[in-house]
Protein backbone atom coordinates (compact mmCIF):
# COMPACT_ATOMS: atom_id res chain seq x y z
CA UNK A 1 0.00 0.00 0.00
CA UNK A 2 2.61 2.19 1.15
CA UNK A 3 4.64 1.89 -2.30
CA UNK A 4 1.63 2.02 -4.27
CA UNK A 5 0.97 5.59 -2.63
CA UNK A 6 4.34 6.84 -2.98
CA UNK A 7 4.24 5.86 -6.93
CA UNK A 8 1.28 7.72 -7.15
CA UNK A 9 2.82 11.04 -5.51
CA UNK A 10 5.62 10.30 -7.83
CA UNK A 11 3.49 10.27 -10.94
CA UNK A 12 1.96 13.42 -9.73
CA UNK A 13 5.02 15.17 -9.16
CA UNK A 14 6.24 13.90 -12.74
CA UNK A 15 3.40 15.05 -13.97
CA UNK A 16 3.08 18.41 -12.82
CA UNK A 17 7.24 19.06 -13.63
CA UNK A 18 6.15 18.22 -17.40
CA UNK A 19 3.27 20.81 -17.27
CA UNK A 20 5.73 22.92 -15.90
CA UNK A 21 8.23 22.47 -18.46
CA UNK A 22 5.64 22.93 -21.40
CA UNK A 23 4.69 26.50 -19.81
CA UNK A 24 8.18 27.36 -19.69
CA UNK A 25 8.76 26.96 -23.57
CA UNK A 26 5.68 28.26 -24.59
CA UNK A 27 6.06 31.74 -26.25
CA UNK A 28 4.39 35.00 -24.81
CA UNK A 29 1.75 34.80 -27.14
CA UNK A 30 0.92 31.05 -26.78
CA UNK A 31 0.90 31.82 -23.04
CA UNK A 32 -1.47 34.70 -23.47
CA UNK A 33 -4.13 32.47 -25.73
CA UNK A 34 -3.92 29.79 -22.92
CA UNK A 35 -5.13 32.52 -20.26
CA UNK A 36 -8.85 31.87 -22.29
CA UNK A 37 -9.36 28.57 -21.72
CA UNK A 38 -12.36 27.04 -20.42
CA UNK A 39 -12.36 28.92 -16.82
CA UNK A 40 -12.49 32.11 -18.63
CA UNK A 41 -16.01 33.46 -18.23
CA UNK A 42 -16.29 37.33 -17.87
CA UNK A 43 -19.57 37.47 -17.84
CA UNK A 44 -21.23 35.09 -15.91
CA UNK A 45 -23.66 36.09 -12.64
CA UNK A 46 -22.00 37.68 -9.99
CA UNK A 47 -19.26 39.41 -12.28
CA UNK A 48 -18.11 43.03 -11.88
CA UNK A 49 -16.42 45.45 -14.18
CA UNK A 50 -15.41 48.80 -14.68
CA UNK A 51 -14.43 51.03 -18.00
CA UNK A 52 -13.03 54.17 -19.03
CA UNK A 53 -14.17 55.72 -21.90
CA UNK A 54 -13.50 58.52 -24.36
CA UNK A 55 -14.93 60.17 -27.39
CA UNK A 56 -12.57 63.03 -28.67
CA UNK A 57 -13.84 65.70 -31.83
CA UNK A 58 -11.69 68.23 -33.09
CA UNK A 59 -13.10 70.18 -36.74
CA UNK A 60 -13.73 72.85 -38.50
CA UNK A 61 -16.77 75.16 -37.82
CA UNK A 62 -20.19 75.40 -40.44
CA UNK A 63 -22.84 77.08 -40.93
CA UNK A 64 -25.16 75.09 -38.77
CA UNK A 65 -22.90 74.71 -35.24
CA UNK A 66 -25.15 74.75 -32.57
CA UNK A 67 -23.11 76.71 -30.78
CA UNK A 68 -22.16 79.84 -32.15
CA UNK A 69 -24.84 81.46 -34.73
CA UNK A 70 -23.37 82.85 -37.55
CA UNK A 71 -25.55 83.44 -40.94
CA UNK A 72 -22.16 82.82 -42.33
CA UNK A 73 -18.86 81.37 -41.31
CA UNK A 74 -15.92 82.96 -42.53
CA UNK A 75 -13.24 80.57 -39.86
CA UNK A 76 -14.07 78.61 -36.98
CA UNK A 77 -13.01 75.49 -35.34
CA UNK A 78 -14.19 73.82 -31.99
CA UNK A 79 -13.02 71.18 -30.00
CA UNK A 80 -15.24 68.50 -27.67
CA UNK A 81 -14.84 65.76 -25.44
CA UNK A 82 -16.73 63.48 -23.34
CA UNK A 83 -15.11 60.97 -20.60
CA UNK A 84 -16.89 58.33 -18.78
CA UNK A 85 -16.54 56.23 -16.40
CA UNK A 86 -18.81 53.14 -15.33
CA UNK A 87 -19.33 50.30 -13.72
CA UNK A 88 -21.73 46.91 -14.23
CA UNK A 89 -22.52 44.07 -12.13
CA UNK A 90 -23.98 40.79 -13.51
CA UNK A 91 -27.51 39.75 -12.30
CA UNK A 92 -27.44 36.92 -14.68
CA UNK A 93 -24.91 35.28 -17.74
CA UNK A 94 -24.38 37.50 -19.70
CA UNK A 95 -26.85 40.43 -18.28
CA UNK A 96 -25.41 43.28 -16.44
CA UNK A 97 -26.82 46.39 -14.76
CA UNK A 98 -24.66 49.61 -14.19
CA UNK A 99 -23.97 53.26 -13.87
CA UNK A 100 -21.90 55.53 -15.58
CA UNK A 101 -20.81 58.69 -14.57
CA UNK A 102 -20.19 61.39 -17.90
CA UNK A 103 -17.97 64.82 -18.01
CA UNK A 104 -17.88 66.29 -21.61
CA UNK A 105 -16.76 70.11 -22.60
CA UNK A 106 -17.49 71.61 -25.62
CA UNK A 107 -15.39 74.77 -26.78
CA UNK A 108 -15.73 77.01 -30.16
CA UNK A 109 -15.02 79.62 -31.65
CA UNK A 110 -15.21 81.49 -34.99
CA UNK A 111 -15.35 84.57 -37.45
CA UNK A 112 -18.84 85.09 -39.13
CA UNK A 113 -21.20 87.38 -40.82
CA UNK A 114 -24.46 88.28 -38.78
CA UNK A 115 -26.92 89.89 -40.96
CA UNK A 116 -24.20 92.38 -42.69
CA UNK A 117 -21.69 92.61 -39.60
CA UNK A 118 -18.80 90.89 -38.96
CA UNK A 119 -18.60 89.20 -35.27
CA UNK A 120 -16.43 86.95 -33.75
CA UNK A 121 -18.01 84.79 -30.99
CA UNK A 122 -16.80 82.29 -28.25
CA UNK A 123 -18.70 79.83 -26.46
CA UNK A 124 -17.98 77.01 -23.58
CA UNK A 125 -20.28 74.54 -22.61
CA UNK A 126 -19.78 71.90 -19.84
CA UNK A 127 -21.87 69.03 -18.72
CA UNK A 128 -22.27 65.81 -16.33
CA UNK A 129 -24.31 62.93 -16.97
CA UNK A 130 -25.38 59.89 -15.08
CA UNK A 131 -26.39 57.04 -16.96
CA UNK A 132 -27.93 53.90 -15.31
CA UNK A 133 -27.50 51.01 -18.23
CA UNK A 134 -28.64 47.45 -18.94
CA UNK A 135 -26.07 45.28 -20.79
CA UNK A 136 -26.21 42.30 -22.72
CA UNK A 137 -23.59 40.44 -24.21
CA UNK A 138 -23.32 38.14 -27.22
CA UNK A 139 -19.72 36.48 -27.13
CA UNK A 140 -18.57 36.22 -31.36
CA UNK A 141 -15.84 33.54 -30.19
CA UNK A 142 -15.83 30.07 -28.08
CA UNK A 143 -13.59 31.66 -25.30
CA UNK A 144 -15.45 34.95 -24.88
CA UNK A 145 -12.17 37.28 -25.78
CA UNK A 146 -14.34 38.26 -28.93
CA UNK A 147 -17.92 39.71 -28.45
CA UNK A 148 -20.74 41.89 -29.35
CA UNK A 149 -22.68 43.93 -26.43
CA UNK A 150 -26.07 46.06 -27.04
CA UNK A 151 -26.34 48.50 -24.00
CA UNK A 152 -29.72 50.48 -23.49
CA UNK A 153 -29.21 53.81 -21.09
CA UNK A 154 -30.80 56.05 -19.23
CA UNK A 155 -29.45 59.77 -19.04
CA UNK A 156 -29.85 62.62 -16.73
CA UNK A 157 -27.88 65.48 -16.99
CA UNK A 158 -27.18 69.19 -16.43
CA UNK A 159 -25.24 71.60 -18.05
CA UNK A 160 -24.15 75.41 -18.73
CA UNK A 161 -22.76 77.33 -20.94
CA UNK A 162 -21.47 80.84 -21.89
CA UNK A 163 -21.20 82.65 -25.28
CA UNK A 164 -19.71 86.03 -25.87
CA UNK A 165 -19.63 87.63 -29.09
CA UNK A 166 -17.24 90.67 -29.61
CA UNK A 167 -17.03 93.58 -32.58
CA UNK A 168 -13.99 95.39 -32.87
CA UNK A 169 -11.88 93.61 -30.41
CA UNK A 170 -14.83 94.28 -27.39
CA UNK A 171 -17.43 92.23 -26.13
CA UNK A 172 -20.64 93.45 -27.25
CA UNK A 173 -22.58 90.18 -25.74
CA UNK A 174 -23.06 87.40 -23.73
CA UNK A 175 -25.60 84.66 -23.10
CA UNK A 176 -25.73 82.56 -19.92
CA UNK A 177 -27.37 78.91 -20.18
CA UNK A 178 -28.22 76.34 -17.61
CA UNK A 179 -29.59 73.19 -19.61
CA UNK A 180 -31.36 69.90 -18.04
CA UNK A 181 -30.90 66.65 -19.74
CA UNK A 182 -33.00 63.70 -20.10
CA UNK A 183 -32.69 60.72 -22.53
CA UNK A 184 -32.97 57.23 -23.72
CA UNK A 185 -30.26 55.55 -25.89
CA UNK A 186 -29.12 52.33 -27.47
CA UNK A 187 -25.55 51.82 -27.63
CA UNK A 188 -24.32 48.66 -29.41
CA UNK A 189 -20.45 47.72 -29.12
CA UNK A 190 -17.55 45.28 -29.31
CA UNK A 191 -15.26 43.84 -26.43
CA UNK A 192 -11.99 42.57 -26.89
CA UNK A 193 -9.08 41.15 -23.87
CA UNK A 194 -6.45 41.67 -24.88
CA UNK A 195 -4.65 40.98 -21.99
CA UNK A 196 -6.08 38.65 -19.49
CA UNK A 197 -8.66 40.53 -17.48
CA UNK A 198 -8.12 43.63 -19.60
CA UNK A 199 -10.47 44.35 -22.93
CA UNK A 200 -10.86 46.96 -25.67
CA UNK A 201 -14.59 48.33 -25.63
CA UNK A 202 -15.93 50.79 -28.84
CA UNK A 203 -19.35 51.80 -28.38
CA UNK A 204 -21.41 53.23 -30.90
CA UNK A 205 -24.84 56.02 -29.93
CA UNK A 206 -26.51 54.53 -32.52
CA UNK A 207 -30.73 55.26 -31.69
CA UNK A 208 -31.82 57.56 -28.93
CA UNK A 209 -34.53 59.59 -27.40
CA UNK A 210 -33.36 63.20 -26.15
CA UNK A 211 -35.43 66.17 -24.26
CA UNK A 212 -33.60 68.94 -23.69
CA UNK A 213 -34.95 72.02 -21.29
CA UNK A 214 -32.50 75.49 -21.81
CA UNK A 215 -33.18 78.35 -19.39
CA UNK A 216 -31.07 81.28 -20.90
CA UNK A 217 -30.26 84.75 -19.47
CA UNK A 218 -28.67 87.99 -21.61
CA UNK A 219 -26.68 90.77 -20.43
CA UNK A 220 -29.93 92.93 -20.07
CA UNK A 221 -31.31 89.94 -17.26
CA UNK A 222 -33.48 88.76 -19.85
CA UNK A 223 -34.70 84.92 -19.23
CA UNK A 224 -35.38 82.68 -22.37
CA UNK A 225 -37.07 79.45 -21.78
CA UNK A 226 -36.91 76.54 -24.44
CA UNK A 227 -38.09 72.86 -24.61
CA UNK A 228 -36.53 70.89 -27.22
CA UNK A 229 -37.54 66.91 -27.96
CA UNK A 230 -35.22 65.33 -30.97
CA UNK A 231 -35.37 61.50 -31.88
CA UNK A 232 -31.66 60.41 -33.66
CA UNK A 233 -31.09 57.41 -35.61
CA UNK A 234 -27.55 58.07 -37.04
CA UNK A 235 -24.35 56.04 -37.20
CA UNK A 236 -21.51 58.91 -37.29
CA UNK A 237 -18.02 57.35 -36.73
CA UNK A 238 -17.16 60.38 -35.04
CA UNK A 239 -19.00 59.88 -32.12
CA UNK A 240 -16.96 56.33 -31.85
CA UNK A 241 -16.01 56.13 -27.87
CA UNK A 242 -13.07 54.21 -27.21
CA UNK A 243 -12.50 52.61 -23.95
CA UNK A 244 -10.25 49.95 -21.36
CA UNK A 245 -12.22 47.86 -19.11
CA UNK A 246 -11.45 45.81 -16.48
CA UNK A 247 -13.39 42.77 -15.80
CA UNK A 248 -13.10 41.20 -11.65
CA UNK A 249 -12.87 37.64 -11.54
CA UNK A 250 -13.03 36.50 -15.36
CA UNK A 251 -10.91 33.42 -14.63
CA UNK A 252 -12.53 31.54 -12.19
Known amino acids: MKKNIILLILCVFAFSSVSAQKKEKLTPVELMFEYYDDEFKPFNKGKWFTALTFNIEDSNLKSDNKYIGFDNIIKGEEFNYDIKVKGGYSIGNYNFIGLGITHGRDTSEGLGIILTDTISSESVANRNVISPFIRTYYPLSKNQRFSFFNEIKMDFGFGDSVTKSFENGEQTEQEDTKDFLFGLGISPGITFFALESFAFEIQLDVLGYEYER ?19 F ?19
Open 214 to 232: SSSIDEEGNEFVSDSHNVN
Open 234 to 252: TIDLLSLNFGLAYYFGAKN
